[in-house]
């Protein structure tokens, strides 16, 4: 079963416009990862952000977590076309072991 | 550096029919193991996750099942598919605290 949800279901934006997502979960966590999917192949791995970290940067992508609220969001600065992907988050539930993913946000930059 | 196989990539198969699909890693031991399908447009629905050899977990209840006759590989299989077992199926793994690993995924037809 689905874990959760991202919002929006579909984003399109300019090229150098920044990129927000949501992610809302319903249980509690160990941690929750971000993955992005190019069309018609397996889920890339972004970012982890742990349960008792609030906020975690790498390169362009900021991901912040409020577990108050169980929910998660990406933020991708300045955005290229090479950007456009679905992007899913999911959690782990506790389980350490199992992971279950949101319905996903697509992407797309226009050039 | 620890690579992952699944095949085929594309399978169009009729309704009835069986089904195997496999799934292989290389370069890691004693990985956590994991079958989704992901539905067109939608997120990824854990089927099956297995911890060792032997040893699988099923989420849902379904027309599939799993095996694991070795530490690094991973098959699904189905004596009778349905119209609905349609989809993209995806294997991945993952090791303690690490973030999930994908292949590049079966794209299914059942007809």
């Known amino acids: 079963s689905q874990q959760g949800e991202e919002d929006p279901q579909a984003l399109s934006i300019q090229e150098g416009e920044n990129a927000t997502m949501n992610c809302s979960y319903k249980t509690s966590i160990n941690n929750l990862q971000w993955y992005r999917q190019n069309s018609g192949r397996g889920l890339v791995h972004l970012i982890l952000?742990?349960?008792?970290?609030r906020e975690k940067h790498s390169g362009r992508l900021r991901v912040t977590l409020d577990t108050s609220k169980k929910s998660s969001s990406l933020l991708i600065t300045a955005s290229r076309a090479a950007d456009t992907a679905s992007y899913f988050c999911?959690?782990?539930?506790?389980?350490?072991?199992?992971?279950?993913f949101g319905t996903g946000t697509s992407l797309t930059v226009i050039p | 550096s620890q690579t992952i196989h699944q095949w085929p990539a594309t399978l169009v198969q009729p309704v009835g029919s069986p089904l195997s699909l496999e799934c292989t890693v290389e370069g890691t031991s004693n990985p956590n193991l994991y079958w989704y399908r992901q539905a067109a447009g939608r997120g990824l629905q854990l089927l099956f996750y297995s911890v060792g050899i032997g040893q699988i977990s099923s989420e849902v209840p379904q027309n599939l099942s799993a095996s694991r006759p070795q530490d690094r590989q991973f098959i699904l299989s189905s004596k009778k598919l349905l119209l609905s077992d349609s989809g993209f199926y995806l294997c991945a793994w993952s090791s303690t605290l690490s973030p999930l690993h994908f292949g590049n995924g079966t794209r299914l037809t059942v007809t």
């Open positions: 999911a959690t782990d539930r506790n389980t350490g072991n199992q992971f279950y």
């Open positions: 952000i742990r349960s008792n970290e």
